[in-house]
């Protein structure tokens, strides 16, 4: 693409509006509950949402490379690696100097990504890692940090995302420059992309709040399984833990509203009162296990 075109299609992508993980991310779950709810009952869909899919990840992964250049070293450095053939002239040497267009974004659009081989050969380069390990290899933070539990991974399988990804990208070349006489993909071959992508990661204020909820409710529960199982096991001390538990309730309602005072008003407070709930209920819970393993009393 001749720079003076790449210019041109870089401000008008911006302009648009288009690019933001998150955004792509919310592409694809009104995709999904589109499908789970009518689509797949319309067969030409099936040969259309596999190119929207594709669609939606090209945005991403430019949004990314550029986010990832410009946030500077050590991306930029090897963003040299990419090998990209690119092609100054003033116009575009000017808009740069001028910030109107990044270097993240000129390199976003340089590189092929019509072929998830290219994409990946991309990301590979810019964290100098295999991007599918590097990525198998991230767990939720607040989870493991915070609240102590295992350092599982977001993406529990990454053999089948990949092979969902490589047959995506083949599916979508196909419908794009091919009038296949046969379907090239199939109902269940669709449900599969969408699930490997599709997640249950909340994005949405609400919804950081309904998940969070969510963990809460399910920690005190499991703490009250506990207190259940001392009482059964250990007769009048159980209702002793009773009368304490009701104490120790009043100051976990108190400290969570304590941690949760600086969005006070605020559409993030639920979320902050129920994930300091959560972390107090599931010491709590790890503490009375331990008191249960050592023989109680």
């Known amino acids: 693409m001749a720079s003076q075109d790449t210019l041109r299609y870089i401000q008008q992508v911006t302009s648009r509006g288009m690019g933001h993980p998150s955004l792509s991310k919310a592409e694809i779950d009104r995709l999904s509950d589109a499908w789970e709810g009518s689509l797949k009952d319309q067969p030409l869909a099936a040969q259309l949402v596999p190119a929207r899919i594709v669609t939606v990840l090209e945005v991403f992964f430019r949004d990314w490379v550029e986010r990832l250049i410009d946030h500077g070293p050590p991306y930029l450095e090897r963003a040299a690696a ?28 340089t590189i092929p990504t019509s072929r998830l081989e290219s994409i990946k050969a991309a990301f590979d380069t810019l964290v100098a890692d295999d991007i599918f390990v590097r990525v198998s290899q991230v767990s939720k933070r607040w989870d493991v940090e915070v609240l102590g539990k295992s350092p599982d991974p977001i993406i529990p399988n990454m053999d089948q995302l990949k092979r969902d990804l490589f047959k995506l990208f083949e599916v979508r070349h196909i419908l794009v420059h091919e009038l296949p006489k046969e379907p090239a993909a199939s109902l269940e071959d669709v449900s599969s992309f969408l699930r490997s992508l599709h997640g249950k990661f909340p994005l949405t204020q609400r919804a950081m709040n309904a998940a969070a909820a969510e963990g809460n409710e399910v920690a005190l529960e499991e703490l009250s399984n506990v207190c259940s199982e001392i009482a059964k096991q250990y007769g009048s001390y159980g209702s002793e833990l009773a009368a ?3 104490t120790w309730d009043q100051f976990r309602n108190a400290d969570a509203e304590w941690r949760s005072r600086e969005a006070h ?33």
């Open 244 to 246: 304490v538990q009701e």
């Open 265 to 297: 008003g605020g559409s993030m407070q639920p979320m902050l009162y129920s994930m300091a709930s959560e972390g107090l209920a599931r010491a709590r819970t790890k503490e009375l296990k331990e008191w249960l393993a050592k023989g109680g009393l």
């Open 82 to 109: 990419l090998k990209l053939d690119l092609k100054f002239d003033y116009a575009l040497a000017n808009n740069l100097r001028g910030g109107i267009v990044t270097l993240g974004q000129l390199v976003a659009h």
